[in-house]
């Protein structure tokens, strides 16, 4: 997931670039990474569905090398989608954290997280929020390895979220965005900011940061997106002098920072960041919550 106020649309054309004699990044809206081991390969996410996946495919094999894992670095719709047909296709192992494992399998926990725990409406059920079930046959946490990749837990923009690393380099997931992505009008997602600032200090200590969405040449990434999250939640704290509810509290952010909100979908992507940036907010003593009226208010401290 990237940036609310945006939905996947259009055309890709997916093209492999070597950082490396070993690291490679398919690269789209959706960046995919490759690791090689001599001939095998592990492919890092799987896009957002068949047709993405198939073009992976084609490329690996092209390349003369036999895919062996995949790897999926968070449970979102727009890194797990092909994985039903690369499972399909090949034999792949699959390899995840526990805690996204059980949205791979059961990927309405997706649309269902978002919309509260009870069950989504249509506009969360498109392939942006809704992925088809498939296998997770390997379990990695902070520290596992393959060999000289190492697993990095970088949560922050989903819980159970992964990087991973080799030297000075490592693929970074969503915990960093591309520039182009932060400068458009908007707000890129997150479930939980003080997560997500501790992943950025950990990212500091390589030469290079890979995102998911965004140019793989980029420096700076990681103060860019530091400052970023620092702008929203200025913006909402300032916002809260006043006394509102979570609803209103929207609604005046996405009239602030003219975001262009065009999709059900995607407004509740927009509220679970907005959610985030309150509860963290309230743990660093910045702002409180209470009820009035029947409704939860948010004010700043
Ligand atoms: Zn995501």
Request: glycine fraction near 6%; include cysteine; aromatic fraction near 8%.
């Given at each position: 997931?990237?940036l609310?106020?945006?939905?996947?649309?259009?055309?890709?054309?997916?093209?492999?670039?070597?950082?490396?004699?070993?690291?490679?990044?398919?690269?789209?809206?959706?960046?995919?990474g490759?690791?090689?081991?001599?001939k095998?390969v592990?492919?890092?996410?799987?896009?957002i569905?068949?047709?993405?996946?198939r073009?992976?495919?084609?490329?690996?094999?092209?390349?003369?090398?036999?895919?062996?894992?995949?790897?999926?670095?968070?449970?979102?719709?727009?890194?797990?989608?092909?994985?039903l047909?690369?499972?399909?296709?090949?034999?792949?192992?699959t390899?995840?954290?526990?805690?996204?494992?059980?949205?791979?399998?059961?990927?309405i926990?997706?649309?269902?997280?978002?919309?509260?725990?009870?069950?989504?409406?249509?506009?969360?059920?498109?392939?942006?929020?809704?992925?088809?079930?498939?296998?997770?046959?390997?379990?990695?946490?902070?520290?596992?390895?393959?060999e000289?990749?190492?697993?990095?837990?970088?949560?922050?923009?989903?819980?159970?979220?992964?990087?991973?690393?080799?030297?000075?380099?490592?693929?970074?997931?969503?915990?960093?965005?591309?520039?182009?992505?932060?400068?458009?009008?908007?707000?890129?997602?997150y479930?939980?900011?003080?997560?997500?600032?501790?992943?950025?200090?950990?990212?500091?200590?390589?030469?290079?940061?890979?995102?998911?969405?965004?140019?793989?040449?980029?420096?700076?990434?990681?103060?860019?997106?530091?400052?970023?999250?620092?702008?929203?939640?200025?913006?909402?704290?300032?916002?809260?002098?006043?006394?509102?509810?979570?609803?209103?509290?929207?609604?005046?952010?996405?009239?602030?920072?003219?975001?262009?909100?065009?999709?059900?979908?995607?407004?509740?992507?927009?509220?679970?960041?907005?959610?985030?940036?309150?509860?963290?907010?309230?743990?660093i003593?910045?702002?409180?919550?209470?009820?009035?009226?029947?409704?939860?208010?948010?004010?700043?401290?």
């Open positions: 997931m990237e609310v106020g945006t939905t996947s649309k259009g055309r890709f054309r997916l093209e492999l670039i070597w950082l490396n004699d070993r690291f490679g990044v398919l690269h789209d809206r959706t960046n995919l490759l690791i090689r081991f001599s095998d592990m492919l890092i996410d799987s896009g569905d068949e047709s993405y996946a073009k992976a495919l084609k490329i690996i094999s092209e390349n003369g090398l036999k895919l062996r894992w995949l790897v999926n670095t968070h449970f979102h719709a727009d890194h797990i989608g092909g994985n047909f690369i499972q399909r296709k090949s034999q792949v192992q390899i995840a954290h526990p805690l996204t494992k059980p949205f791979v399998e059961n990927p926990l997706e649309p269902m997280s978002l919309y509260c725990g009870a069950n989504p409406p249509d506009q969360l059920r498109s392939k942006l929020f809704l992925a088809q079930p498939s296998e997770v046959h390997v379990i990695v946490e902070n520290g596992s390895n393959f000289d990749v190492q697993i990095i837990e970088l949560p922050g923009h989903a819980p159970g979220q992964i990087g991973l690393a080799l030297k000075d380099l490592i693929f970074a997931a969503d915990s960093v965005f591309g520039i182009e992505i932060l400068g458009k009008k908007g707000i890129v997602v479930s939980d900011i003080g997560a997500a600032l501790e992943s950025l200090e950990k990212l500091r200590g390589f030469d290079q940061c890979i995102p998911s969405h965004g140019s793989i040449s980029e420096k700076d990434l990681v103060q860019m997106n530091k400052s970023h999250i620092e702008f929203v939640a200025e913006k909402i704290h300032s916002l809260l002098k006043e006394p509102m509810s979570e609803e209103i509290l929207l609604s005046q952010l996405i009239e602030n920072l003219q975001i262009d909100l065009q999709d059900v979908g995607v407004y509740y992507l927009l509220r679970m960041t907005v959610l985030a940036y309150l509860s963290w907010l309230k743990k003593n910045k702002a409180q919550i209470y009820l009035e009226k029947g409704k939860t208010v948010w004010q700043s401290l």
